[in-house]
């Protein structure tokens, strides 16, 4: 679509616009383009410049018939922005969203990707078979990636590359989207506009992330590169300590709430050997493990066994004390951070049921204390929260 096209559409547009008529998402692309446009914003200037005042008195006719014109331009304007809005603009923004450009270094070994969104559409080149290192450059992320990476864990590029790209995608916009709308406090807002950064480096298993004053975030993942949403919910949090506040609400947000979970896709696991199976699926969990929901019954059902066997019995997320882990950078609590990462992931989703995501982010982004984000006192909490989890998933 020619730049001289969405000009007449911006402008079949204006009528609307001007009388605040339309969507959240159309005044959006509309204002963009007024920024850029110094002819439609002449015309809009014009449209939605006050009329002179007339010094003789004007006849109610007149007056009548400058209503029910302006209100029929209105109604046009309405009619034509519908049938634009489901045709040529709406065509036109998703083309810009999802059409990315591709383009390789054979010197380098090097694959750059430019775009935004619409990653499921890539077609790689042949080259991509030759290709060890990858540059994603989105609107909403920076990707460097070490290629050979997905083959370590057996993947095929072709088919999993572009699928990872997209839900790496919608995981960052659905956790934004999120946290402004059941989060909405002022620091929340400016850390979630932030640019992200991505490195999977070749042969490091160090995690790290770094939200200093500015518009980015730098998140190193090594070659766990199914950790980021952890890492980029952790960041966000931007705290020098994390405890099982910390962790549990980046394991609730971004595996029981975020639908494009990337461990959902890539850990095969054998649940059925493992020792908390039955509880999971007396909690009503799915054996296929499909879905955020089923993520949630699978950390319940983890802490009913850690609440009734003890622990160190499993991994050092299922079962190790959460100050054992490798994100833990605070210190010791007492009852607190012996919980293990998934029972503290459970405990927060409970807490976020009870009590509201609301209060639940002010007390994990450190803006409170949990007696006053609670009203009430940790033992009393976790006592009702543990109380809840020996019912709910003892098998029958």
């Not at 002179?52 to 400058?66: A, C, H």
């Not at 590359?161 to 406090?185: K, M, V």
């Not at 506009?193 to 998140?219: H, L, M, P, Q, W």
């Not at 879905?291 to 009734?308: F, G, N, Q, W």
Request: proline residues 4%; hydrophobic residues 35%.
């Amino acid at each position: 679509m020619t730049e001289n096209t969405s000009c007449e559409m911006i402008r079949d547009l204006l009528p609307l616009y001007v009388e605040h008529l339309t969507s959240p998402e159309t005044e959006k692309a509309i204002k963009a383009h007024l920024a850029e446009c110094a002819a439609c914003r002449e015309a809009y200037e014009e449209m939605a410049a006050p009329e002179p005042v007339r010094s003789e008195p004007i006849p109610e006719v007149d007056g009548l018939k400058k209503v029910k014109k302006r209100r029929g331009l209105v109604i046009a304007a309405a009619a034509l922005a519908v049938a634009l809005i489901a045709g040529g603009l709406f065509i036109w923004f998703q083309a810009k969203k999802n059409a990315p450009t591709q383009s390789y270094d054979a010197d380098t070994k090097t694959l750059v990707i430019c775009g935004t969104g619409g990653y499921d559409q890539i077609k790689l080149p042949a080259e991509a078979n030759e290709a060890k290192n990858l540059e994603v450059q989105d609107d909403n992320y920076h990707l460097s990636l070490f290629l050979p990476v997905f083959q370590a864990y057996g993947s095929e590029l072709n088919s999993y590359l572009p699928a990872y790209l997209e839900r790496t995608d919608r995981s960052l916009q659905f956790l934004r989207d999120y946290l402004r709308t059941h989060a909405p406090s002022q620091d929340i807002r400016q850390q979630v506009e932030k640019t992200v950064e991505f490195t999977i480096r070749k042969n490091s298993y160090e995690y790290s992330y770094d939200n200093a004053e500015g518009d980015r975030i730098v998140i190193e993942m090594g070659r766990f590169y199914w950790h980021r949403e952890e890492l980029y919910l952790l960041s966000l949090m931007n705290t020098k300590n994390v405890n099982w506040q910390q962790l549990g609400f980046a394991w609730y947000l971004g595996s029981c709430v975020d639908p494009y979970y990337e461990q959902l896709y890539t850990e095969e696991t054998d649940w059925e050997e493992q020792p908390y199976y039955r509880n999971y699926l007396q909690g009503g969990g799915n054996p296929e493990l499909k879905t955020p929901k089923d993520y949630k019954i699978l950390v319940d059902a983890v802490s009913y066994t850690c609440l009734t066997k003890g622990m160190h019995w499993g991994t050092a997320y299922e079962s190790n004390p959460v100050y054992e882990t490798a994100f833990f950078r605070g210190r010791p609590a007492g009852k607190a951070n012996e919980m293990s990462v998934c029972m503290a992931t459970s405990f927060i989703a409970w807490l976020s049921e009870q009590y509201g995501f609301d209060k639940v982010s002010a007390f994990c982004f450190d803006a409170a204390s949990f007696d006053e984000a609670f009203g009430t006192d940790f033992d009393s909490a976790y006592k009702s929260w543990s109380d809840w989890i020996l019912a709910a998933y003892a098998v029958s």
